[in-house]
């Protein structure tokens, strides 16, 4: 994964580095308001020696420095805090006292500091004035040799003690700059972990490579499919639309030499859209003037007339079961060049159905009365249905769900098709987002005048509730197939 990827998958995903960061700073704002203020109190001294000559002089200065370092850790000491303790005025134990200072040099100067953190700022002043007393006199005894009478080195206090009237900590804004500088690398990780885990498709290139063919569309998510999914009407104007007409022309220049007129449309789990696809790719290809017929061939659940708002009590099964000629179940659709072959009543067994002779000779007359042939069949890895019809037909269609289907279930459904040498066409993905870009860019193009729209809402009767598009024109059913055009 390059940067740019990077880059799209932390702003595809803000909204969880956004959490973490607000998170992080009230864990922040919580710690520092609950914390105790602590104050402190320092003082410096000087190591010096006597010297009378300048050679002398440098050779004690590093001498000096050298001992600076092991004074640095005498302040610290047991025996310091020990002496320190037994003064009633401290009133705390040796151990408490060592916990409470800290010392640092400057490097290249016989300058050291203690620095003592309470609480109290009184009591850190007195434990710093008590500390550095003992430790001027703790120098002095150690430093001054056996029947000597003065010290080798001389410790000087030149500053402080003095306790400061802020507290040293806690620090709100150190303390919350921190938080969210926390807050965002873990939501950027949290965001690459779950990108890494999560093997939903997220674009078109990722259901490329899990399929292994080409992406002939993206169709873009629209609030308004739940209560209208047709593209006749306004929505015959949106952005959806237009990539359902997009999906129209990369589908017919898929492959010039072998053109497919029966086509398959499937998907690998149900509700990824695919009967919303077929409907609306079989609109698409009637409004450019093919001769186009749209078979409902998902015996188990056909959701093609509860969309198209046609009658389906007799269809598909029926033909098959040979009760009925498929020109007596074949409706016209709407003003278009569309027709429609309805699933019929379900029967016990769809798959043995719809691998038939029977089968085979309703598609090869089909084939030869319309234009294009549009086959909406069951998901692949529910049942297997939807291998057997396309077998029978020139290619098939995979539809796969933006953030739904994962690329393990979009690369088994192309396997199901590619192991019995089904010709998959391409893949198509359902309910993507479109960029900001892109909708200016298709509104910057929109046909602006009004048009009148002549299809009639049908009979909401046998929709279950769904706002159905489109109704049968007054002609004679068992004259359908003859009157399309060859």
């Known amino acids: 994964m390059d940067l740019y990827n990077y880059l799209r998958l932390i702003r595809r995903q803000w909204w969880i580095i956004l959490i973490t960061v607000m998170i992080a700073l009230g864990v922040g704002a919580f710690v520092t308001v609950r914390a105790q203020p602590r104050y402190a109190a320092t003082v410096t001294f000087f190591v010096t020696t006597a010297t009378d ?21 005498l302040l610290t000491s047991d025996r310091l ?9 401290v009133g705390m134990t040796a151990d408490e006292i060592r916990g409470r200072v800290s010392t640092s040099t400057e490097t290249g100067t016989v300058l050291l500091r203690a620095t003592v953190v309470d609480s109290e700022p009184a009591r850190a002043l007195r434990l710093t004035e008590a500390l550095s007393a003992r430790f001027v006199d703790l120098v002095r005894q150690i430093e001054t040799p056996s029947g000597g009478e003065s010290p080798m080195v001389k410790i000087e206090v030149i500053s402080g003690p003095r306790v400061g009237t802020a507290p040293v900590s806690p620090r709100p804004v150190r303390n919350l700059s921190l938080a969210a500088l926390l807050g965002l690398v873990a939501g950027i990780a949290v965001s690459v972990l779950r990108s890494m885990i999560d093997t939903r498709m997220r674009d078109g290139r990722s259901l490329e490579q899990a399929t292994g063919a080409p992406l002939l569309g993206e169709i873009p998510f629209e609030a308004a499919a739940r209560i209208a999914p047709l593209i006749v009407g306004d929505a015959a104007r949106s952005v959806r639309a237009e990539a359902i007409r997009k999906l129209r022309t990369n589908l017919r220049f898929v492959d ?29 290809l009637a409004e450019a003037g093919w001769r186009v017929l749209l078979v409902d061939a998902d015996l188990r659940r056909p959701k093609v007339s509860e969309y198209l708002g046609i009658e389906s009590a007799v269809g598909l099964t029926d033909v098959l079961l040979g009760d009925v000629q498929v020109g007596d179940v074949v409706q016209p659709w709407g003003d278009r060049s569309l027709f429609v072959l309805p699933a019929g009543s379900t029967p016990p067994n769809p798959s043995e159905l719809l691998g038939s002779k029977a089968m085979a000779d309703v598609l090869a007359l089909l084939r030869e009365s319309a234009d294009i042939v549009i086959i909406d069949t069951p998901p692949l890895l529910a049942v297997t249905d939807a291998v057997v019809v396309a077998v029978q037909a020139d290619g098939a269609l995979l539809v796969a769900q933006h953030g739904q289907t994962s690329m393990s279930q979009a690369a088994a459904a192309a396997n199901a098709l590619h192991a019995v040498s089904v010709r998959l066409l391409g893949c198509v993905l359902n309910m993507s987002r479109v960029t900001r870009t892109d909708s200016y860019q298709y509104e910057a193009y929109r046909v602006a005048t009004t048009r009148v729209d002549k299809t009639v809402p049908g009979d909401r009767a046998s929709t279950g509730g769904r706002a159905a598009v489109g109704q049968r024109a007054a002609v004679d059913p068992t004259q359908v197939l003859t009157r399309l055009p060859r």
């Open 256 to 284: 010039v030499h072998e053109a497919a007129r029966v086509i398959a449309v499937s998907s690998a789990m149900q509700g990824e859209g695919k009967t919303t696809t077929s409907c609306n790719l079989a609109i698409a």
């Open 53 to 73: 000559r300048i050679t002398d002089a440098y050779q004690g200065g590093l001498f000096l420095q050298q001992r600076v370092k092991s004074y640095a850790d």
């Open 81 to 89: 805090a020990q002496a320190v303790a037994s003064q009633n005025s």
